[in-house]
């Protein structure tokens, strides 16, 4: 069975610009969660969405947003990107909502300068 | 708001020495999960425990839920210089099942 994918592997962006990250999950699982983490915040919980639906979000702006797709693939949008935005950006899938195991994807390292 | 501490934050051991990382919750877990991430690598799932006081075993590792189901601990006997890594708890709040990590521990081992 195929991994979690995350596309693209590396971005550089400049201050002010958006950003789109795009998660495929492992066939059959139908949550898709993001994580933030920088070496300073650590594992931070962005929002999770199950059947097209965000379930649970996390502390952060509204800059933040995402949507998942009916083949449960999942996008992240971090609009007027700043410097702070740097991280490695992880999706996680799981069978189902809130209790199951998280298989991570190897992530998105965004960099913005 | 809800928070899981680790501690130690950062562990140095000898090769063959033993390693323990405490998990802390501060608020009740439904069950807990342990992973381990390596260096320049993604979080991987190692073992999830679910009742009050259970304690599991891989192999090195041991594994153990706290009988208030707030707090976990991950121990390894003998280190390895593979067991290098961040070794992170999470789990999700009872009741609200917002899925939340750990602060993390990362063991550096030394041949």
């Known amino acids: 069975k195929a991994g979690v994918t995350q596309t693209p592997r590396y971005l550089i962006k400049t201050r002010g610009q958006q950003v789109t990250l795009s998660c495929s999950p492992i066939s059959g699982h139908r949550s898709v969660s993001w994580y933030q983490q920088t070496p300073g915040q650590g594992l931070q919980f962005l929002f999770e969405y199950f059947s097209e639906t965000q379930r649970n979000k996390g502390n952060f702006p509204g800059r933040f947003s995402g949507r998942q797709f009916s083949n449960s693939r999942s996008e992240m949008n971090v609009s007027t990107l700043e410097l702070g935005d740097s991280a490695l950006y992880l999706c996680?899938?799981?069978?189902?909502?809130?209790?199951?195991?998280?298989?991570f994807g190897p992530g998105t390292r965004l960099t913005v300068l | 708001g809800q928070q899981v501490m680790q501690i130690p934050q950062y562990q140095h051991v000898q090769e063959g020495e033993d390693f323990t990382t405490y998990c802390n919750s501060s608020t009740t877990l439904s069950n807990i999960q342990w992973y381990k991430q390596r260096p320049g690598g993604h979080p991987v799932f190692l073992i999830q425990l679910v009742k009050s006081g259970e304690v599991k075993k891989q192999k090195r590792l041991t594994f153990q839920f706290g009988e208030a189901k707030k707090n976990s601990s991950l121990h390894i006997t003998a280190t390895q210089t593979t067991d290098v890594g961040t070794y992170f708890c999470?789990?999700?709040?009872?009741?609200?099942?917002?899925?939340?990590f750990g602060t993390g521990t990362r063991l550096k081992v030394l041949a």
């Open positions: 999470a789990g999700p709040t009872s009741g609200t099942y917002k899925y939340i």
């Open positions: 996680a899938s799981s069978l189902g909502v809130g209790t199951d195991t998280q298989y």
